[in-house]
């Protein structure tokens, strides 16, 4: 025998199952985001020595087979030691953002001969270094634009490197994805807004692999900073020096010697001269609605997936726009059935007043038609007309015709047997 456990709410969980299906996929979503996206704190990521999907060994690999020598250091002042010996030479860095402030002012000092290739940097990076370059972003995932421009790294096809965008650069290409910031007196810097053209689990998709070989062969030396953890200045740190020009002014203090959390980027940027677009969009404008930008792309898209679920759950429940529309019913239907329907759906809805107010208008209805009174009779005209002829006052008449229920079920029925018996009195004697 099977048995069926009756539902207490249905109504309720027609309501509530929509929003529950949005607030599932939306949870579904952002674990998916969070478990996916790359940690730079994690010793594989963009490591040449790690075969995970987010390391980069097929990238180190593929250098070396094209004669490139790849030296892969794990402190910034070891990098820029190496980098400062003599000849051309690609300083690699994967995480900027864990780079000391400090060891940023000396890759600014890096002689012209030098390029340093830097992975999704922040505007307090781009700062430090005293670039003057906008940081845009980040987008929820990288997008893959076309190159649109003539640089030597750029590929013949699209490549996922427009999470963070640096618009004001003098040389933009992928749609400000990546960039290069060249100076004639120190270090080129070139930008990629994003890591997944140096991954191994992204090197077939798009022109990333191709992308990211090209633009770290271009010198036969590459020095590959393998750092996973933020910097701090050891205790004996001599001063930093200063480029010619800058006077007296003192560099900026550094804020990492703390050791602070590291942070990802996907919050807003509240560093000094930080303009990052918390609204997902990589085109660099800063202009737009207040509202707007008070708010991450995440709650409005919430709200978009809120007011979705509302009209699906307007159209599961079939809500007509506009006014009722009178349909035959398909079937016939016995008068017996449709008032016990009819009381049903008052009873439900505690419509005592109107249930009372149908009973009192039917009244009405016969009772003029009855007496053969126009039809526009007005309630005192019929309360009167019925008065003259039961002896009774008027205003119990017309309270009987058009009064109130109390809010009880008790009331209800009292009031409109009361109706019932005065119709029932006159009609059956045949008073005229």
């Known amino acids: 025998m099977k048995l069926t456990l009756p539902m207490k709410h249905p109504r309720r969980l027609r309501v509530y199952t929509p929003f ?3 607030l599932a996929l939306v949870t579904i979503t952002i674990i998916a985001h969070l478990v996916q996206r790359a940690d730079p704190t994690d010793s594989a990521f963009l490591s040449p020595t790690s ?5 980069a060994s097929l990238l180190a690999g593929e250098l070396r087979n094209n004669g490139r020598t790849v ?21 690699f860095i994967t995480t900027p953002e864990l780079v000391n402030t400090k060891y940023l002012e000396l890759l600014a000092l890096l002689p012209s001969e030098v390029r340093v290739v830097m992975v999704a940097p922040r505007q307090a990076q781009l700062d430090q270094l005293g670039l003057n370059v906008t940081a845009a972003g980040p987008r929820w995932t990288a997008a893959a634009p076309q190159p649109g421009c003539a640089a030597g790294f750029a ?23 990546v960039v290069e910031v060249p100076s004639p007196t120190s270090a080129t810097f070139t930008l990629v807004g994003a890591a997944d053209p140096f991954r191994n ?26 750092l996973h953890t933020r910097e701090q200045l050891p205790p004996s ?55 707007a930008q008070a708010f991450p792309p995440a709650v409005w898209a919430t709200v978009a997936l809120l007011v979705l679920a509302a009209l699906a759950l307007a159209l599961a429940s079939a809500r007509r726009l506009g006014t009722p529309v009178a349909e035959p019913l398909p079937v016939r239907v016995r008068a017996a059935e449709t008032v016990r329907g009819l009381g049903s759906l008052y009873r439900r809805a505690k ?32 309360a009167a007309h019925v008065a003259a002829r039961t002896g009774q006052p008027d205003n119990e008449v017309r309270h009987l015709l058009e009064g109130g229920v109390e809010d009880s079920d008790e009331e209800l029925a009292r009031a409109a047997s009361d109706v019932q018996r005065l119709v029932r009195h006159l009609t059956e004697r045949n008073v005229t």
Do not use: K, M
């Open 20 to 22: 529950a299906l949005v």
């Open 155 to 177: 590929t013949p096809g699209p490549v996922a490197a427009f999470r963070w965008s640096y618009p004001d650069a003098p040389v933009a290409c992928y749609n400000g994805g």
């Open 51 to 55: 075969t995970d999907g987010q390391g």
């Open 71 to 91: 030296d892969v250091r794990t402190g910034t002042l070891d990098a820029v030691e190496q980098a400062s010996q003599g000849g051309p030479a690609t300083v």
């Open 201 to 226: 689990d992204r090197a077939d998709e798009h022109q990333n692999h191709a992308f990211a070989v090209r633009l770290l062969a271009r010198e036969g030396r590459v020095i590959w900073l393998d």
């Open 351 to 382: 419509a005592r007043g109107s249930s009372l107010a149908t009973v009192q208008a039917a009244a009405r209805t016969r009772l003029i038609e009855h007496f053969g009174l126009p039809a526009g009779t007005s309630v005192d005209e019929l």
């Open 237 to 291: 740190q001599p001063p930093t020096p200063r480029p010619q020009g800058t006077g007296d002014v003192e560099p900026n203090p550094d804020p990492d010697a703390t050791g602070a959390p590291w942070d990802d980027g996907d919050r807003d940027d509240s560093e000094p001269g930080g303009q990052a677009n918390q609204g997902g969009s990589a085109s660099g404008d800063g202009g737009g609605s207040p509202l």
